[in-house]
Each structure stands twice: as structure tokens, then as C-alpha cells.
């Protein structure tokens, strides 16, 4: 088999390189591990950038998005019993879109079927073989055959745990990690949201977040110990310390229900340098994550997406090269910042298990001045709805 491009994983990167490629006559086969059922199992992100919703449309695949998507002008942020607003359009044009990974994923699947791009489930141990070379490809196993992929460029789109990123000689790759003391419990309900809009919460017992889906399908967070297990979290206990963790206005109008999703993520910040090694470019969470505190892992995702797919037309349709020569400084530059509001964000909302009274006094003081502050407001307004591509 030969493709143009041969794309490593079918999570949201992959499918809107592959997406964007087809709508430019460039054609590029999918490999993912997984059934498209599994893919399409995983309940992870919520909020998206303009610049996400921009590439969605340009890949065509925006009607249910623009139909269903929530248009948020705005985030609370609550303070202990307070809430104040962070106003994103008045502070810079732009909002964002609530609208799930989930969905994404689903209608790139289904935009990917309909125009016929190509995609290979439960592809087994796939490896990379000539990347520094004009001729690389790919081998994999399926249905108990070994199968080989030739083609002329790799998109290693397979997240944190894939294999594009090892692929690339240790002594060759810079990596920069840190692991936060705690991470997330979050649950999925069929009850109204909590509030129109989405609000994270600094309390005395540690950070919340409640978000949503729709407007019967709630998304809440408590930050919790790294030991704790889901089974450590019964709903009871969970609605009881969301309830403590945000302001009593809102706790007295909560609805609760069982939970239908249940999960704990640790949080994480994570960039591997380069993202390119020969004809391997990698994209979204193989090369980084961040903690989910700024909404910013898939939004990156994008962004890299964004960067790959104009140096790749730009490849075929002009035969220029500067785009990819470009492409890893380019992608790192945004990511970094991105990097540094997520851990901000983090700081600023979470109880850390070290933090001394001066620590506490100083992330209180952090608060208040965004509180009071129209400049801090916008430097958080314009990091959230996403800076320049
Ligand atoms: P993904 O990990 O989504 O997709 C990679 C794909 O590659 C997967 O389908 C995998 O099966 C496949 N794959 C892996 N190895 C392979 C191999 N060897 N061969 C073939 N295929 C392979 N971001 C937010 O903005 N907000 C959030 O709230 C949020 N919550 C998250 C919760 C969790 C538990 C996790 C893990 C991430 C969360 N994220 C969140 C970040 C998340 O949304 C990612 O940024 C997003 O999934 C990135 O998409 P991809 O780069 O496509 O990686
Ligand atoms: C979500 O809705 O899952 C969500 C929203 C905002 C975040 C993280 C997660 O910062």
C-alpha cells in the first residue's frame, strides 16, 4: 500500500490533519490501535478555540458544531462563597465554544467515511522505519498479517503513550516534564449544568470546575489525592464535595444524578523537542500535554494541526519546503505559551499539599488582583479564547 502522508492515530489530530489533507487533494491513510467505538469512548475535552472552530469549518466539518456547540462569552471564577466574571468577548472579540472532544471526534469519523479517506482500525504494532529518508514507511500488524505502508511523510498524531515520539533517538530528543501532586475526578451526568456558564472554583478544600456538554449533560471536576482511585469516589461523595468546593449559590440549585462517566486524571506538563525528525512531524499530545486546567491540550492539538497540514500543501502544491523546515519552531513557539497559561491556571486555582501560609497568601493575592484587575482579566481572556496561529 502507499499513501502520501501516513498518519499515526485516530484521535481528534489525526483525523483533522487527514481531514484537511483530503480537502486538498492529499491523501493520507489513518492508522489507529484502537476500534473507532473505543476512540469515540473517551470522554475528554470540552471548550475550543475560535482558532479550532476555524479549522473545523475549513475541513467542513462544522454544521453540528455550529448547531449544538455552546458560544461562551465569559467564565466565573469563584472565590471560596464569591463569583466574578471573566468577560472573553469584551475583553477580546473573541468567545469560546463549548462543544466535546467526543463529538469532534465523532463527526470527523463520519466527514472521514463519507469522503472516503481511508482508515485502518486496530492496527497493531506499528512501526516506523526510514524516517530519515526520502522513502519511509510504515509496518503493521492486523488480522495476524504483517502489512507494509510506503509513503512520504509520517504524522505521528498517537498521543502521550504512542510510539512516534520514542521513534525519535533519545539522544536527539529534549524533554521537559512536570508532574502536579494531585489530579482529577471527573464525572459525566444527565443533569443540567450547574451554571450557563463554566465555573472553576479555588476553595480551602481544593479546585472544582463544573462544565458541561449540553444542556442535559454535565461535566464536573474535583481536584483530588493521586492515590485515590475512582472507587474511592462513590456519587454521593463526589456531589457532597463539589457541593463544599463551590459558592452556596450555586450548590443550593445543583442537580445531581448518577454519574454515567467516571474517571481521575493526573495532571501533567509535558514538551518534547524537536517535532520533527526527518519525514516524522509529530502532532498534539505525542510531543506535549498540559494539565486540563486552561483547555488547552486539544486546542494545541490544533494548532500543530494547523502548522502541519498549510507546510504540507504547501509541499505538494508549490513544492516549497519551508513550512516543514519550519514546522517545530513554529508549532513549539505557541505550545510554549500555551505550557505556561495552563501551569498559571494551575497555580492560581489548586491547593497544593506544600504550599506554606505565605504561598497561600500569595495565590489569594493572585486572585484578588484579578478580581480588581481589567488587565489581568484580559491576560487571561486572551491566553483562554487562544493566541495567534
Ligand atoms: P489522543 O491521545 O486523543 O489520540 C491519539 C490516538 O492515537 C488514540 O486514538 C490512540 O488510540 C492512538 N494510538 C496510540 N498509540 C498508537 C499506536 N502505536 N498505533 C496506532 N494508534 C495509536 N484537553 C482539554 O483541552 N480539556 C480537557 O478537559 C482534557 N481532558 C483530558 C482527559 C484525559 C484523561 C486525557 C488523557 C486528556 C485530556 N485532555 C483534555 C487532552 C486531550 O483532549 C488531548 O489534548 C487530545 O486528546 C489530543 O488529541 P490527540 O493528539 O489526537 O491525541
Ligand atoms: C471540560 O468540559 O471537560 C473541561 C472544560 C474546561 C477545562 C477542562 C475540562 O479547563
Known amino acids: 500500500m502507499r499513501t502520501q502522508v501516513?498518519?499515526?492515530?485516530?484521535?481528534p489530530s489525526g483525523l483533522l490533519l487527514g481531514q484537511l489533507l483530503l480537502k486538498n487533494g492529499i491523501d493520507a491513510i489513518v492508522l489507529e490501535r484502537q476500534t473507532r467505538e473505543y476512540v469515540l469512548g473517551r470522554i475528554r475535552a470540552g471548550v475550543l478555540e475560535v482558532g479550532f472552530v476555524d479549522l473545523m469549518q475549513e475541513a467542513g466539518v462544522s454544521d453540528r458544531m455550529e448547531r449544538e456547540g455552546f458560544v461562551h462569552d465569559g467564565t466565573q471564577i469563584a472565590l471560596d462563597n464569591s463569583l466574578f466574571r471573566i468577560d472573553?468577548?469584551?475583553?477580546?472579540?473573541?468567545?469560546?465554544?463549548?462543544?466535546g472532544q467526543t463529538e469532534v471526534t465523532r463527526d470527523l469519523y463520519e466527514a472521514r467515511d463519507a469522503e472516503g479517506g481511508k482508515t485502518v482500525f486496530q492496527a497493531q504494532d506499528v512501526c516506523i522505519h526510514d524516517a530519515k529518508t526520502d522513502q519511509p514507511h510504515l509496518t503493521y500488524s492486523k488480522d495476524g498479517k504483517t502489512h507494509r505502508l510506503d509513503c512520504d511523510f509520517i504524522a505521528g498524531c498517537d498521543g502521550f503513550h504512542g510510539i512516534s515520539r520514542q521513534t525519535i533517538p533519545q539522544d536527539i530528543r529534549r524533554e521537559y516534564e512536570k508532574s502536579y501532586p494531585f489530579g482529577w475526578m471527573g464525572i459525566l451526568s444527565e443533569t443540567p449544568p450547574a451554571s450557563p456558564?463554566?465555573?472553576?472554583?479555588?476553595?480551602?478544600?481544593?479546585?472544582?470546575?463544573?462544565s458541561m456538554r449540553n444542556d442535559n449533560l454535565s461535566r464536573y471536576y474535583v481536584q483530588c489525592p493521586l492515590s485515590d482511585r475512582v472507587e474511592d469516589w462513590p456519587d454521593g461523595r463526589f456531589w457532597e464535595?463539589?457541593?463544599?468546593?463551590?459558592?452556596?449559590?450555586v450548590a443550593e440549585t445543583l442537580v445531581t444524578g448518577p454519574s454515567i462517566e467516571k474517571s481521575i486524571a493526573p495532571l501533567r506538563s509535558f514538551v518534547s523537542e524537536p517535532m520533527r525528525?526527518?519525514?516524522?512531524?509529530?502532532?498534539?499530545?505525542a510531543a506535549h500535554i498540559?494539565?486540563?486546567?486552561?483547555?488547552?491540550?486539544?486546542?494545541?492539538?490544533?494548532?500543530?494541526?494547523?502548522?502541519?497540514?498549510?507546510?504540507?500543501?504547501?509541499?505538494?502544491?508549490?513544492?516549497?519546503?519551508d513550512g516543514l523546515d519550519r514546522y517545530s519552531e513554529r508549532a513549539l513557539a505557541r505550545i510554549w505559551k500555551a505550557e505556561r497559561f495552563s501551569w498559571w491556571m494551575t497555580n492560581l486555582l489548586h491547593r497544593f499539599p506544600e504550599q506554606s501560609a505565605f504561598d497561600l497568601k500569595i495565590q489569594r493575592a493572585d486572585l484578588e488582583y484579578l478580581r480588581n484587575s481589567e488587565a489581568a482579566q484580559t491576560a487571561l481572556a486572551e491566553n483562554y479564547v487562544g493566541l495567534p496561529y
Open 6 to 11: 501516513a498518519i499515526i492515530g485516530g484521535g
Open 88 to 99: 472573553f468577548t469584551r475583553l477580546t472579540g473573541k468567545p469560546v465554544v463549548v462543544y
Open 197 to 210: 456558564e463554566l465555573i472553576y472554583a479555588n476553595s480551602q478544600r481544593g479546585f472544582a470546575l463544573c
Open 241 to 249: 464535595e463539589l457541593k463544599q468546593r463551590i459558592p452556596a449559590q
Open 277 to 285: 525528525w526527518g519525514r516524522l512531524f509529530l502532532c498534539g499530545d
Open 290 to 321: 498540559v494539565p486540563p486546567t486552561g483547555a488547552k491540550g486539544l486546542n494545541t492539538a490544533a494548532s500543530d494541526v494547523h502548522y502541519l497540514y498549510n507546510a504540507l500543501v504547501q509541499h505538494y502544491q508549490e513544492k516549497d519546503d
